[in-house]
């Protein structure tokens, strides 16, 4: 028998539009300031991570690796959101990365529930820029959990108010911290980026117009299935 997806679960920046490229950018302008080396290699370490563990980890790239105080921090991290945020408030549905459109238009034609996963607090403002907030059965940001990526709870947090079974779930990243938390979550994942970077996926595809809803179907089946 087919196993029956209950709904797919989507992380925001970098997989449903490239704000993950907006946050690099504002990011590298803090870097620069600091004149600490940030390349976008070690941006790859940035995604799905908090805003505040991220600015630890543009920090020990420092050459001088001096101290910073708790408001130092707060003040380098909220400056970072501010650029962000300026930003962001250019996003129009026209953002939305290609093939998204049209595989949340496939999901929802069959009547699968729609969520999302994200560490970001500024997803629900990103989500109705894009015109998609009312599309999403749950939409879940970092404020409404205890544990980032790559801990599972945003994912289960989305199935739980979506009342689906992780187990039926697809759970769709672009970063390695958010695959490992859709795997520990139980549920299928599809990593958006390059096959190497993603061991643990169990579907790997270059860019987002690859996304195809009956492929996936066909693979979440089979690993059902067991083959
Ligand atoms: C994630 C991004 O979605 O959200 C990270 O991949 C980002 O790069 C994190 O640091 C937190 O975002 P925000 O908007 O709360 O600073
Ligand atoms: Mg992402």
Redesign the pocket.
């Known amino acids: 028998m087919k196993e029956q997806i209950q709904a797919f679960i989507f992380?925001?920046?970098?997989v449903i539009t490239d704000?993950?490229e907006y946050?690099y950018l504002a990011w590298k302008a803090i870097a620069d300031e600091l004149g600490i080396e940030f390349t976008r290699a070690f941006n790859e370490n940035?995604?799905?991570?908090?805003?505040m563990d991220?600015l630890k980890l543009l920090l020990s790239q420092a050459k001088d690796r001096r101290e910073y105080t708790a408001q130092e921090m707060e003040e380098l991290a909220d400056r970072?959101?501010k650029l962000?945020q300026t930003m962001i408030e250019k996003v129009t549905p026209s953002d939305i990365l290609p093939g998204i459109n049209e595989l949340l238009s496939e999901i929802k034609r069959r009547g699968i529930k729609l969520g999302l996963a994200?560490?970001?607090?500024?997803?629900f403002f990103v989500m109705e820029r894009l015109g998609l907030k009312s599309e999403f059965g749950a939409i879940v940001?970092?404020s409404k959990i205890a544990n980032n990526k790559p801990d599972p709870e945003v994912f289960l947090k989305a199935a739980e108010m979506l009342q689906v079974d992780p187990a039926y779930c697809i759970g769709v990243e672009d970063?390695v911290s958010g695959v490992q938390a859709i795997k520990s979550a139980g549920m299928f994942a599809v990593a958006i980026g390059d096959r190497e970077a993603f061991p643990h996926a169990d579907l790997v595809l270059e860019r987002t117009s690859q996304l195809d809803f009956a492929q996936i179907a066909t693979a979440f089946a089979s690993a059902a299935n067991g083959n």
């Open positions: 992380d925001l920046d970098g704000t993950a946050h940035l995604k799905g991570v908090s805003r991220s970072k959101n962000y994200s560490a970001s607090k500024n997803a940001d970092s970063a």
